[in-house]
């Protein structure tokens, strides 16, 4: 099945930096990598997603990337403030067949702390 | 209201004891899961579901359960608790839109084993 390593484990930055997570997956034939935030005593939620079929996706602050070749792809956090500190997780799709089919794995998280 | 419940939001009990985790959802999504939180180890999957007659074990599925009562409905029991099952339990929903899969977590179930 599909595995999905992400690192670092922890980060800290000062306000304003940029912050960069990693995550690279086995399964060539995945195609969804979502990232997911949770915050304090909270669930995770989707923050931003990539399809294979593209590079780069940005959303305002946010921005995640992907290289196929290699199979890694990261989130990329400019102008960091104070209320991004949260626990980060990436996830690949698995595109394996029978019951697998469709199902997110999940990387172990990055927790990000961003220092006023 | 929220779209993913989970009841209870915290809970202490004794090892051997049988306990079960509630989820209900009103997203109208098939697909249920359970995830069990520990530190550094990221969500890992216990059960998931991807319709109300199918049910299908995750990667620690050891001492736990499940119940899909009704689509909205996804329990998760543990038989005889112990304290290494003490940890943070979510219970998330998804549909499948082409190739996206968009999961809605509930707030969690911070389950303690004494």
């Known amino acids: 099945g599909e595995n999905v390593e992400q690192h670092p484990s922890t980060l800290s930055v000062q306000e304003g930096d940029s912050a960069v997570i990693k995550c690279t997956y086995s399964?060539?034939?995945?195609?969804?990598f979502p990232w997911y935030k949770q915050e304090l005593g909270k669930g995770p939620q989707l923050i931003i997603d990539?399809?294979?079929?593209?590079g780069e996706k940005k959303d305002q602050r946010i921005a995640v990337t992907l290289n196929k070749t290699a199979k890694h792809f990261s989130l990329h956090i400019t102008e960091t403030q104070p209320e991004d500190s949260a626990v980060y997780f990436c996830?690949?799709?698995?595109?394996?067949?029978?019951?697998?089919?469709?199902?997110?794995?999940f990387g172990q998280g990055t927790i990000l702390t961003v220092h006023p | 209201d929220a779209d993913v419940t989970q009841t209870p939001r915290n809970r202490i009990t004794k090892t051997g004891k049988r306990i079960m985790l509630e989820c209900s959802q009103t997203?109208?999504?098939?697909?249920m899961y359970w995830y069990r939180q520990d530190p550094g180890l990221g969500l890992r999957l216990i059960y998931y579901?991807?319709?109300?007659?199918?049910?299908n074990k995750g990667e620690i599925s050891d001492g736990y359960s499940v119940s899909r009562q009704a689509q909205a409905k996804f329990s998760l029991s543990l038989e005889s608790a112990i304290p290494n099952q003490t940890a943070l339990y979510f219970c998330?929903?998804?549909?499948?839109?082409?190739?996206?899969?968009?999961?809605?977590f509930g707030s969690g179930t911070r389950l303690t084993v004494v």
């Open positions: 579901s991807f319709d109300v007659k199918d049910i």
């Open positions: 399964d060539s034939a995945s195609n969804y």
């Open positions: 996830a690949a799709r698995s595109n394996a067949g029978g019951t697998s089919y469709g199902k997110l794995t």
């Open positions: 990539i399809r294979s079929n593209v």
């Open positions: 997203k109208g999504h098939d697909r």
């Open positions: 998330a929903t998804s549909d499948y839109t082409g190739g996206a899969v968009a999961y809605t």
